[in-house]
Structures are given as C-alpha cells and as structure tokens.
C-alpha cells in the first residue's frame, strides 16, 4: 500500500480514495495507523445518533502542534485531522465486528483548513471522496440490546462550514486544550504527545490545573452543573457562541460564558418561530419542561430540532442530564 503520509513532502491535493493518503497500514478497515499518525480522545464528544468515533491526526515529518494564547492548538501546513465514524454490529459485543460508514479529513495548507468526506464501500475495504454528502440505511444494537436503524446522513462540505466557522474562518473543533487534557487515569495525552515530541506545551504548563472539559457521560456527586456546561459545549457551543453561526439568537452555551441570561436563563428567544414550542423563554430554572432548550433537543422535526445537523435522533442520556440540570438551577 502507497503510503505518501509517510514522507515530509506529504501532497495536500485531495484523493478519490482514502487508501491513497496511506494513513493506515495493512487492512484498511483495522485503521492500524501509519508513522507520524496517532490516535486522540476528546473528554466531552459530539454526539452523532450514537455513532461511534475512531480519531487521529496525521502530523508532517520534523513538525508539531503548539498551543497559542486561546488554549486551542496550532497545526503546521500539511496537518490532517482524521475521523472515522462507524457502528458496533452489536455495541454490548464490539468484539462482533463493526460497520465504518464515513471518513472526515480535515486538511491544513496555507489558506487554511479544508474539508473532504469520504464513504466506505460495504466491502469495508476503502473510502471514496464524495462531495455532496450520502444517506443510507443502518442498523446496530445498541448497549441494552435493543435493535436500532436509521437513515444515517454524511453531511455534504457546505454542511461542514455550517459548524466548524469562527468569525466566518474554517476551524476544526474539539483540538483545544479543554477537550484534549484528559484526567490522569487515563493518561494524559498531551504529556506524551510532549514526550514523543509531537507538541510545543507552554513553559510551566500543568495539566492538574489547566482548563478540562467535563466526561459528562461519567455521572459523581456534585459535578451536574460541569456536565451539563461541558455537554452543551461540545454539542452546541461551537455555532452558540458570540464568533459562531447563532451568534445573532444572544444565546451562548459555549463553557466560558458566565452571564445567566446569555446562557439563556429567562431570556425570551430573538426569533424562534415554532421552535419556541410556545415556550417562553430559553431556560426557567427548576422548570426543564418549560424551556425551549430542552424542547429542541428533545424533537426530531429538522425545522426544531437542536443541533440542527449532525443528528436525527434525541440523545436520551444528553437529554437526561440537560434535564436534570434545569431542574436542580436555582
């Protein structure tokens, strides 16, 4: 297998089929990565109708990523954020196998950052480039052992700007300090990728104290308030914040906001039509039915419903824990 992300000189032009980056070696589908290709976690995912996520990043030879003023990391030219969204056949049993449906690059040259999505064949045996986005059936058993199908839709790249802009600009999500500083138990993958000379951390940094998203899937005592900002900051902060695509709807869930009525606490919403739910305001403490918040991400209609992409069915868990949270808020 030709394997180009192997070499400093690595060619940025887009390829018809992911097997031509040489990312992975050996079966395609095992995603064994490639040298200078190494796999992250995010300590508060995106929910995507509970797709699973498989996430790498392809550095060029002799590069790093270093860490500017913002807590968000710098990638040199030539950077690729890779990931892979698939489906346990039986998610109680992933040793059963699995299903990749799709592959999302995010490419770094001296413009800026680009996306490109690719598709797995059923074969699992590549990927192809496909601009304007698939929809096809699937179907897996989830945790409980309950059979589920959807039509599962790969957005098309206009989509992908729709959510990763910054003041207009094109920005990976999720590559921020907050997101990436894991707690210690799990081992902290910024500390070995300083180790393995991968990253410029800043002199005197400290992981025990340095910004860290909440795992709101990990329910302890006391913490409902971290989870429910870390959930709504990784599900809805990136276009509710005041760089972002709502920056206009005034209400902003991204973690460093501070100001209630902001974050949408008895605050009457700009123009949400029928999205509103005949609700009046974004969030009533201690009256979780009564918030529109609530009420758009609990629908599946695509005129209501919050995220507008990205998902089709209600994250129960996240709903539960977004309950939760308003009702328990004084």
């Not at 030219?77 to 999302?104: C, M, W």
């Not at 869930?253 to 606490?265: A, F, K, Q, W, Y």
């Amino acid at each position: 297998m030709r394997s180009q992300a192997r070499t400093a000189g690595f060619d940025m032009a887009p390829k018809m089929r992911l097997s031509d980056y040489g990312f992975f070696t050996g079966d395609l589908s095992a995603l064994h990565p490639a040298p200078r290709v190494f796999a992250y976690e995010v300590n508060a995912p995106l929910f995507s109708d509970y797709a699973e996520k498989a996430r790498f990043i392809f550095l060029p030879e002799g590069e790093k990523m270093t860490c500017n003023d913002s807590l968000s990391l710098d990638f040199p030219n030539g950077s690729v954020l890779i990931k892979n969204f698939f489906y346990f056949h039986d998610a109680e049993h992933p040793e059963n196998g699995r299903r990749i449906l799709e592959t999302r690059l995010l490419i770094k040259d001296e413009k800026g950052w680009k996306a490109l999505e690719y598709i797995w064949n059923d074969e699992q045996t590549d990927a192809v480039l496909e601009v304007a986005g698939a929809s096809f059936p699937v179907q897996w058993t989830d945790v409980s052992g309950k059979k589920r199908s959807i039509q599962y839709i790969a957005p098309n790249l206009n989509q992908c700007k729709g959510c990763h802009s910054y003041d207009g600009r094109f920005i990976p999500l999720g590559a921020t300090i907050r997101q990436l500083n894991q707690y210690p138990a799990a081992g902290n993958q910024l500390l070995s990728w300083q180790e393995s000379g991968l990253i410029d951390l800043p002199s005197g940094f400290d992981v025990s104290s340095a910004p860290r998203l909440a795992d709101y899937r990990q329910a302890s005592p006391g913490n409902i308030d971290d989870r429910a900002r870390a959930y709504l900051d990784a599900n809805c902060g990136h276009c509710h914040n005041p760089h972002g695509p709502a920056n206009t709807s005034g209400m902003f869930l991204n973690i460093t906001e501070r100001n209630p009525e902001r974050l949408g606490v008895g605050k009457a919403p700009v123009a949400a039509g029928r999205g509103s739910g005949d609700r009046k305001f974004g969030i009533v403490p201690g009256k979780p039915n009564e918030s529109i918040l609530l009420y758009r991400m609990e629908s599946d209609d695509p005129g209501i419903r919050m995220p507008e992409l990205g998902r089709q069915l209600p994250h129960q868990e996240g709903l539960d824990l977004i309950k939760t949270w308003i009702k328990e808020m004084k």
